[in-house]
């Protein structure tokens, strides 16, 4: 189970990976039952991202995998193709992390949105990294 003091920790690291980069972000933390625990928009961060940030967080914790993963499954010619329909809508590009806690089972996902997406990956593999420390 993610707590507070972990998810907060996980969002300080994203915004300061995001300043560093000169990328305002929104950036979600879900636990493994894909609830909200903590979220931050960022002064300047787009506000239709904010359901992106949400939606790759989601789809990080709901496939235990990074979000860009599910698109392997479900393009054209892949085994599931629409699969990104399902659950009431996936985001299958990178930003979502699933979070790992000590014992090695997925404890929650954080999603960031509103960079490019190189942008988002990099500062939520930041934001992740928290999680370690």
Same mark, same amino acid.
């Given at each position: 189970?993610?707590?507070?003091?972990?998810?907060?920790?996980?969002?300080?690291?994203?915004?300061?990976?995001?300043?560093?980069?000169?990328? %305002?972000?929104?950036?979600?933390?879900?636990?493994?039952?894909?609830?909200?625990?903590?979220?931050?928009?960022?002064?300047?961060?787009?506000?239709?991202?904010?359901?992106?940030?949400?939606?790759?967080?989601?789809?990080?914790? #709901?496939?235990?995998?990074?979000?860009?993963?599910?698109?392997?499954?479900?393009?054209?010619?892949?085994?599931?193709?629409? #699969?990104?329909?399902?659950?009431?809508?996936?985001?299958?590009? %990178?930003?979502? #992390? %699933?979070?790992?806690?000590?014992?090695?089972?997925?404890?929650?996902?954080?999603?960031?949105?509103?960079?490019?997406?190189?942008?988002? #990956?990099?500062?939520?593999?930041?934001?992740?990294?928290?999680?370690?420390?």
């Amino acid at each position: 189970m993610i707590t507070n003091d972990q998810a907060h920790a996980i969002i300080a690291a994203g915004e300061a990976q995001a300043r560093s980069m000169g990328v %305002p972000v929104n950036i979600a933390v879900l636990d493994a039952a894909t609830h909200l625990t903590a979220f931050s928009r960022m002064d300047g961060a787009v506000l239709g991202a904010i359901d992106v940030a949400l939606g790759k967080a989601r789809t990080a914790a #709901l496939f235990q995998a990074p979000s860009e993963a599910v698109w392997d499954y479900c393009k054209p010619g892949a085994p599931a193709p629409g #699969l990104e329909l399902s659950n009431g809508g996936l985001m299958t590009f %990178p930003g979502g #992390l %699933p979070l790992i806690g000590a014992d090695g089972t997925m404890i929650g996902a954080v999603g960031v949105s509103g960079g490019a997406v190189p942008q988002d #990956l990099a500062i939520a593999q930041a934001a992740a990294a928290a999680i370690s420390n």
